[in-house]
T-cell receptor, first 110, second 116 residues
Framework: RKEVEQDPGPFNVPEGATVAFNCTYSNSASQSFFWYRQDCRKEPKLLMSVYSSGNEDGRFTAQLNRASQYISLLIRDSKLSDSATYLCVVGYSGNTPLVFGKGTRLSVIA | GAVVSQHPSRVICKSGTSVKIECRSLDFQATTMFWYRQFPKQSLMLMATSNEGSKATYEQGVEKDKFLINHASLTLSTLTVTSAHPEDSSFYIC????????????FGSGTQLSVL
């Protein structure tokens, strides 16, 4: 079983739509959780950290369910510029490398 | 935010040559840097963890004699692809995690290597 699993998509949605991505992780020792965004042939960029209480940043809402080992990202009012690959990322204590999911591809269509 | 500079951004070389990629943390010290490789439409794959002043830790299946990593200072790590072959053509990305900024990881802009 992969350590971090995501639906690869693609998700093709019209502008203005709400879209949700899910991610599951297998290691209960995971301590930190993030969503990164990666554009084609570019480096990943941190979108937001994910906290147990849930957190929101503008049109983006992230939630963590530790009991189910499940992370979600909700994007409201999708923009064309939201088209990218969204990476679910899990971290551990110390200098252990972060573990990346394979990413979910989103295409927002006019 | 923290800045990681990676050079060169693009390299085209002949088969058999060696290519060096530099990764610098510009505004923080990074005792640990990570090197990833990404093939088209594939996920990021961790190649190795670069530790300042000591040997790098390589992931299973990554040849340490082919992908030489040097982390001689707290702000610079280099990856050298020795005797490059066409199958080494890929997008190589470095990253660093500032000790004072918690678990967040900051990435260099990547190097697109094309071996002819």
């Amino acid at each position: 079983r992969k350590e971090v699993e995501q639906d690869p998509g693609p998700f093709n949605v019209p502008e203005g739509a709400t879209v949700a991505f899910n991610c599951t992780y297998s290691n209960s020792a995971s301590q930190s959780f993030f969503w990164y965004r990666q554009d084609c042939r570019k480096e990943p960029k941190l979108l937001m950290s994910v906290y147990s209480s849930g957190n929101e940043d503008g049109r983006f809402t992230a939630q963590l369910n530790r009991a189910s080992q499940y992370i979600s990202l909700l994007i409201r009012d999708s923009k064309l510029s939201d088209s990218a690959t969204y990476l679910c990322v899990v971290g551990y204590s110390g200098n252990t490398p972060l573990v990346f999911g394979k990413g979910t591809r989103l295409s927002v269509i006019a | 935010g923290a800045v990681v500079s990676q050079h060169p951004s693009r390299v085209i070389c002949k088969s058999g040559t060696s290519v060096k990629i530099e990764c610098r943390s510009l505004d923080f010290q990074a005792t640990t840097m990570f090197w990833y490789r990404q093939f088209p439409k594939q996920s990021l794959m961790l190649m190795a963890t670069s530790n300042e002043g000591s040997k790098a830790t390589y992931e299973q299946g990554v040849e340490k004699d082919k992908f030489l990593i040097n982390h001689a200072s707290l702000t610079l790590s280099t990856l050298t692809v020795t005797s490059a072959h066409p199958e080494d053509s890929s997008f190589y990305i470095c990253s660093a995690r500032p000790a004072l900024k918690g678990e967040k990881l900051f990435f260099g802009s990547g190097t697109q290597l094309s071996v002819l």
